[in-house]
């Protein structure tokens, strides 16, 4: 048995070595340096809490709070729901050539950023943008989709691209949880005479709520970390991502790798990782009132 | 006959021994000189590290390469770890940031040493501050010049610009130039360009303005004149006669839209002419100087790539690096840089090569005889990187896109500048 158990240790050494190495440290390392300044090239010298004081009375970052926040409030109901949406189609058994709609659905999610960045930020273009054709079509007045006045403008059409970039993804998800659903329960509720819509919300939905859930919380952790979509969209940090429409995680990349201010790029990521945990406890808090493990 | 034996014995005995010290002397003197080269080739000429290697047969070089954007994400690892390079070259901004936090050797005494400075253009001290330290030499510079398309000027019967203009004259041409239908614009004057280089700062110089002041320790955003500038981009922008973000965007690029046609006018950086030559070879183009400031003067912007040694290498690698630098700097060397055509160098000699070259523009003079009457860097110091970011985010919502006027976004951008400055 002692022999046994001396080998278990032998053997997953190398996993807890990468653990404490390339998990555990980077955690307690960025915590410390948070608390002083250092620059990567010289020793980090102790300044106590200045860099979470400045962090928390700068401007930029409440706008990137705000903006991450309201991101994720357009973002993960739509996503989530149309992700089930489609998923709930793509799992009729009468729907033909469904393999070839599932790629279609999930090509936007293999489609790297920097392509998909450009494409629609062409599409979003204010004078030759194909959206704003389609709206003087009709008659309405064109939209200046990332530079308008209004920052909520400009984070409900990111949050859309988002949208398009991420929906495979929860799809696949989703249509997983599905496909586990017994073909017995649903015909047996067809045959006691129950709706489409009604199979969809009392017995398809119930069954995969812990699938919805778990599409929420990635979600919703996704937003509050988006990166790339902003980047794609607008180009790059030095051509300027303008303070309205800045996010935590483009702050967090241009103070530590550009600017080399680790200490403040360490207390903004934790002041992140705060927020997402107390996002993602409040989820948790619902949970047990509307999904359902039996 | 015994006699000439030992004497022979003797004598190689002698040469034996000089032989063998000779060897551990040379021996000891052999260093190993670590060079980076972000770009890898494409970016420095392998013939003049070849030619280095060459004629340096005590220098082991070993060469770290990579993709430009690979390179400078691992050097500040590399820092970090001590493992970098001993010479290695960057932005100049970003070499002037490393000075002030200790990663590069200042190179003042080498350079009094070894350089006769009136061999060079004064872009040979663009890594210089104020207080006389310089922290890198050029790899090479990149100025800007008025490139204009002829044959857009040609159809307009607008002529052509000339090294005695100034912006009004500019401004004026590119009104002219414009052509409007129906409410679409087909042609613009001028390339309405927002980037720092060939956008918002030559034209807040040319009003008499600045980033920062001499010593740059304080913005001057709060310059009637640095505002006047900016104001007199906006409104090419919003008149029309310059190009707007939708319009380049939409037609595929400043370079796209110069060399169709769709705008006569640019301010073209040195190295984008090798892009004209391969991409649109048939373009009829050339450069003039840039256009004269309200005071009379030309500020000619130029930006630079910039070599470093380490702080932090042994002596023997620094002298290495020296060496190298020294090469570099060289006849040789520099010709080859002129001949490439991606850069211009910093030795004036070189700038037979570039004038004598056959390749549009044909008026190169615009760039070279350009930085020697007016050379400014663009008010670069260690902190450039982040008071420049915060100064094209305000110049985006004013200048380009009209969210804010441009009075409001100088205030901001002072505020802001000032206090980075003040920060360090």
């Avoid at chain 1, 509720?189 to 919300?201: C, E, F, H, V």
């Avoid at chain 1, 303070?243 to 483009?250: D, F, H």
């Avoid at chain 2, 000339?162 to 401004?171: E, S």
């Amino acid at each position: 048995m002692h022999k046994q158990r001396y080998w278990g240790y032998v053997f997953t050494f190398p996993f807890i070595i990468n653990v404490l190495v390339f998990l555990l440290f980077p955690i307690v390392f960025s915590a410390y340096i948070s608390f002083t300044k250092y620059d990567l090239f010289n020793a980090p010298k102790w300044i106590g809490l200045t860099n979470w004081i400045n962090i928390l009375n700068k401007r930029e970052f409440w706008l990137s709070m705000r903006n991450v926040s309201m991101f994720a409030l357009i973002f993960v109901p739509l996503q989530t729901s149309f992700a089930f949406l489609v998923a709930f189609m793509l799992n009729q058994a009468a729907l033909k050539a469904k393999s070839l709609f599932r790629l279609f659905y999930f090509l936007p999610v293999i489609t790297p950023w920097l392509a998909a960045g450009v494409v629609w930020s062409w599409m979003f273009n204010y004078q030759y943008g194909v959206l704003n054709w389609f709206l003087g079509l009709v008659g309405i007045d064109p939209v200046n989709w990332l530079y308008s006045r209004s920052w909520v403008v400009v984070i409900a059409s990111i949050a859309l691209v988002n949208v398009w970039k991420g929906l495979g993804q929860s799809m696949v998800i989703l249509l997983a949880g599905m496909q586990n659903v017994p073909h017995e329960v649903l015909e047996s509720a067809q045959i006691d005479g129950a709706s489409s819509r009604q199979l969809l919300t009392h017995i398809v939905f119930p069954i995969v709520t812990p699938m919805v859930y778990l599409v929420m919380i990635l979600s919703t952790i996704s937003a509050f970390q988006t990166f790339d979509v902003f980047l794609g969209l607008f180009g790059g940090i030095t051509t300027g991502i303008s303070e309205q429409s800045m996010v935590p995680n483009i702050m967090i990349y241009r103070d530590a790798f550009l600017l080399f201010k680790l200490g403040p790029a360490s207390a903004t990521a934790w002041l992140l990782f705060f927020v997402i945990l107390a996002i993602t406890l409040f989820q948790q808090y619902f949970e047990k009132r509307w999904v359902h493990y039996d | 006959m015994l006699k000439k034996r030992q004497s022979f014995l003797v004598l190689s005995l002698v040469v034996l021994l000089v032989a063998t010290f000779g060897m551990v002397a040379s021996a000891q003197k052999q260093v190993t000189l670590k060079i980076g080269l972000p770009g890898s080739y494409d970016v420095t000429s392998k013939d003049i590290i070849d030619q280095f290697i060459a004629e340096h047969p005590h220098i082991n070089v070993e060469i770290q390469e990579a993709p430009w954007g690979d390179f400078t994400s691992k050097i500040a690892t590399q820092i970090a770890g001590n493992t970098m390079p001993d010479v290695w070259f960057q932005e100049n901004a970003v070499i002037l940031g490393y000075g002030e936090r200790g990663v590069a050797q200042d190179l003042a005494a080498y350079i009094e040493r070894d350089l006769d400075t009136d061999e060079y253009i004064d872009g040979l001290f663009s890594a210089r501050t104020p207080d006389g330290k310089v922290w890198g030499v050029p790899h090479g510079i990149n100025p800007v010049a008025l490139a204009y398309n002829k044959t857009v000027f040609e159809e307009a019967g607008v002529p052509f610009p000339t090294d005695d203009w100034t912006y009004t004259d500019l401004i004026e041409a590119a009104k002219q130039l414009t052509v409007v239908e129906g409410e679409e614009p087909v042609r613009f004057g001028f390339i309405g360009a927002y980037a720092i280089t060939n956008g918002w700062f030559p034209w807040i110089k040319q009003a008499g303005g600045s980033a920062l002041d001499e010593t740059k320790t304080k913005s001057m955003f709060d310059d009637p004149r640095t505002i006047a500038g900016l104001k007199q981009l906006r409104q090419g922008i919003e008149e029309g006669y310059f190009t707007n973000v939708d319009f380049v965007r939409a037609h595929g690029g400043d370079l796209e839209v110069f060399a169709s046609g769709k705008a006569a006018m640019h301010f073209m950086q040195y190295s984008l002419q090798v892009n004209m030559q391969n991409n649109y070879p048939d373009v009829d183009w050339d450069v003039v100087k840039m256009p004269k400031a309200v005071n009379g003067e030309r500020y000619v912007p130029m930006v630079a790539n910039s070599w470093l040694i380490s702080s932090r290498a042994s002596q023997a690698s620094k002298d290495a690096a020296w060496e190298f630098l020294k090469f570099y700097l060289g006849n040789d060397a520099q010709n080859i840089v002129a001949a490439s055509g991606s850069t211009l160098p910093v030795k004036l000699s070189a700038y037979e090569v570039i004038e004598a070259s056959g390749t549009k523009p044909l008026n190169k003079a615009a760039y070279t005889d350009g930085i020697a009457e007016g050379g400014v860097t663009l008010d670069e110091n260690a902190t450039w990187n982040e008071w420049r970011l915060l100064v094209q985010q305000q110049v985006n919502e004013s200048v380009v896109h009209g969210k804010i006027t441009v009075e409001e976004a100088a205030a901001e951008i002072h505020k802001k500048v000032q206090e980075v400055l003040d920060e360090n």
